[in-house]
């Protein structure tokens, strides 16, 4: 019995003092992470969307050249460095309920515009304007979850939150699959052109799930299933662990603090190192590896790197449960470091067998599991300033993307592929980075 009761504290943290908070904490995570994970998964299946289109016939149908798939990718991610700051501080403005659901509206809509494109200029301004509706998703999220949930329950929230999105990955691969399979052709449309289709058709009913149970924030709160006393208790609880939950009026105060405090530096500089082991997965590597070599059917290119999505599902999960039990965060930034760098030179040294490198890519999915780790640890190191808090998890996610605006043309062009020798290099030195800078 007692063994079961700790491995039940272990996989979801301490019981709540009363039943009433246990109550209130089981209806946040159900209206919460309902609406975040399936917001973010549409989210990240947008994203992954792109990567197995250009694998499934955009490049052959759009007469796409040399560096032009990553000058997609970082067109992306002008506007969703464009979008972040911005789109977090909306959230002290606007309730999350209504700002996160209008987002996912446009996004989707500019999905729906995708599956017409004539030409990869049109990708271009559509993938720009995607990355500034999508960039409210991620660090809006983790700023939502650092709002209502303590500490001690924070790590696993968020590896749920992030997996969702991996989630989003790995149904893309599938869903690509599937879709190249029986829709090619269809309506005189390519499979590719299905894809985005049917992506917007799952993003915008989420959207309208989100106006009508997503939370927003614990002071402004009105939603129809929390009574007075859990709103109280919402507040109450978090005030006992130093999180602070007052709103307060935006003023120039906010610039000086963020500014005057290491918070901001230690957590942007940290996600922006690390978060570039995350290349593996966000330039799909496995999969331009898989067409560059030849012998592989565009379903099994599409469907192979899902491997790694599970990985990295698998390792985000565990790790965020365990940070939430230890209370240390830093451990698993080791662990995906060394996993990273095992990876990199079993690809570095060519003449390593297939099923090796098959097994360097899926174990380089562990890079994932730094995301929920990290955005928990600054939402803890931020907690007693919730204006400063939003800007430092939006700053985090900011600084590492602008880093990928030019990081994946310079070190993982697709006429590297497939054995990205500049991209391996660069990673082992990115791993040594990270484990050097969370010291």
Same mark, same amino acid.
């Not at 501080?89 to 996912?104: A, G, K, T, Y």
């Not at 691969?173 to 917007?200: C, E, M, P, T």
């Not at 609880?237 to 918070?263: G, Y």
């Given at each position: 019995?007692?063994?079961?009761?700790?491995?039940?504290?272990?996989?979801?943290?301490?019981?709540?003092?009363?039943?009433?908070?246990?109550?209130?904490?089981?209806?946040?995570?159900?209206?919460?992470?309902?609406?975040?994970?399936?917001?973010?998964?549409?989210?990240?299946?947008?994203?992954?969307?792109?990567?197995?289109?250009? $694998?499934?016939?955009?490049?052959?149908?759009?007469?796409? &050249?040399?560096?032009?798939?990553?000058?997609?990718?970082?067109?992306?991610?002008?506007?969703?460095?464009?979008?972040?700051?911005?789109?977090?501080?909306?959230?002290?403005?606007?309730?999350?309920?209504?700002?996160?659901?209008?987002?996912?509206? %446009?996004?989707?809509?500019?999905?729906? !515009?995708?599956?017409? @494109?004539?030409?990869?200029?049109?990708?271009?301004?559509?993938?720009?304007?995607?990355? %500034?509706?999508?960039?409210?998703?991620?660090?809006?999220?983790?700023?939502? +979850?650092?709002?209502?949930?303590?500490?001690?329950?924070?790590?696993?929230?968020?590896?749920?939150?992030?997996?969702?999105?991996?989630?989003?990955?790995?149904?893309?691969?599938?869903?690509?699959?599937?879709?190249?399979?029986?829709?090619?052709?269809?309506?005189?449309?390519?499979?590719?052109?299905?894809?985005?289709?049917?992506?917007?058709?799952?993003?915008?009913?989420?959207?309208?799930?989100?106006?009508? $149970?997503?939370?927003?924030?614990?002071?402004?709160?009105? $939603?129809?299933?929390?009574? &007075?006393? &859990?709103?109280? +208790?919402?507040?109450?609880?978090?005030?006992?662990?130093?999180?602070?939950?007052?709103?307060?009026?935006?003023?120039?105060? +906010?610039?000086?603090?963020?500014?005057?405090?290491?918070?901001?530096?230690?957590?942007?500089?940290?996600?922006?190192?690390?978060?570039?082991?995350?290349?593996?997965?966000?330039?799909? +590597?496995?999969?331009?590896?898989?067409?560059?070599?030849?012998?592989?059917?565009?379903?099994?290119?599409?469907?192979?790197?899902?491997?790694?999505?599970?990985?990295?599902?698998?390792?985000?999960?565990?790790?965020?449960?365990?940070?939430?039990?230890?209370? $240390?965060?830093?451990?698993?930034?080791?662990?995906?470091?060394?996993?990273?760098?095992?990876?990199?030179? !079993?690809?570095?040294?060519?003449?390593?067998?297939?099923?090796?490198?098959?097994?360097?890519?899926?174990?380089?999915?562990?890079?994932?599991?730094?995301?929920?780790?990290?955005?928990?640890?600054?939402?803890?190191?931020?907690?007693?300033?919730?204006? &400063?808090?939003?800007?430092?998890?939006?700053?985090?996610?900011?600084?590492?993307?602008?880093?990928?605006?030019?990081?994946?043309?310079?070190?993982?062009?697709?006429?590297?592929?497939?054995?990205?020798?500049?991209?391996? @290099?660069?990673?082992?030195?990115?791993?040594?980075?990270?484990?050097?800078?969370?010291?």
């Amino acid at each position: 019995m007692y063994k079961l009761q700790k491995m039940k504290r272990f996989i979801w943290g301490e019981e709540p003092p009363s039943k009433m908070e246990a109550r209130l904490v089981l209806k946040l995570d159900w209206f919460i992470l309902s609406y975040c994970c399936m917001m973010y998964f549409t989210n990240y299946l947008d994203r992954s969307n792109v990567s197995n289109a250009y $694998v499934s016939g955009m490049k052959e149908e759009l007469r796409m &050249e040399g560096t032009e798939f990553n000058k997609i990718n970082t067109i992306f991610t002008c506007g969703y460095i464009v979008g972040m700051i911005p789109n977090n501080m909306m959230l002290q403005v606007l309730s999350p309920r209504i700002w996160f659901p209008c987002m996912q509206i %446009i996004w989707g809509v500019l999905t729906f !515009c995708t599956s017409a @494109v004539s030409s990869v200029e049109q990708i271009y301004v559509i993938r720009f304007f995607q990355g %500034i509706a999508e960039s409210s998703t991620f660090v809006g999220t983790h700023y939502v +979850l650092g709002s209502w949930y303590k500490p001690a329950e924070l790590g696993k929230r968020s590896g749920i939150f992030t997996s969702s999105g991996l989630v989003g990955t790995l149904f893309s691969g599938v869903l690509q699959a599937a879709v190249y399979r029986n829709l090619n052709g269809k309506a005189s449309r390519s499979g590719w052109r299905w894809l985005f289709i049917i992506d917007g058709i799952i993003t915008l009913p989420i959207a309208f799930y989100g106006f009508l $149970v997503f939370p927003g924030l614990p002071a402004t709160t009105n $939603v129809f299933y929390l009574t &007075e006393e &859990e709103r109280l +208790l919402a507040t109450e609880r978090l005030q006992t662990t130093n999180i602070e939950v007052s709103r307060q009026p935006l003023s120039w105060s +906010l610039l000086r603090r963020v500014l005057t405090r290491w918070r901001w530096y230690a957590c942007s500089l940290l996600f922006a190192i690390s978060g570039e082991t995350e290349s593996f997965g966000s330039n799909n +590597l496995m999969g331009q590896w898989l067409k560059a070599i030849g012998g592989y059917s565009v379903e099994q290119i599409d469907f192979y790197p899902s491997g790694a999505t599970a990985v990295a599902i698998t390792s985000t999960l565990i790790c965020a449960t365990w940070t939430d039990y230890t209370q $240390v965060r830093w451990p698993v930034l080791i662990y995906m470091s060394i996993a990273c760098i095992i990876s990199s030179i !079993c690809i570095l040294i060519w003449s390593t067998p297939i099923g090796l490198k098959f097994f360097a890519y899926y174990l380089a999915g562990a890079s994932y599991a730094g995301q929920a780790t990290t955005f928990a640890w600054a939402n803890q190191i931020c907690a007693d300033d919730d204006q &400063e808090r939003n800007i430092v998890l939006a700053s985090m996610n900011m600084w590492n993307n602008v880093i990928n605006a030019w990081w994946s043309i310079v070190f993982y062009p697709a006429t590297d592929a497939p054995k990205f020798r500049k991209g391996m @290099v660069a990673m082992i030195c990115i791993c040594i980075a990270t484990m050097g800078i969370h010291g």
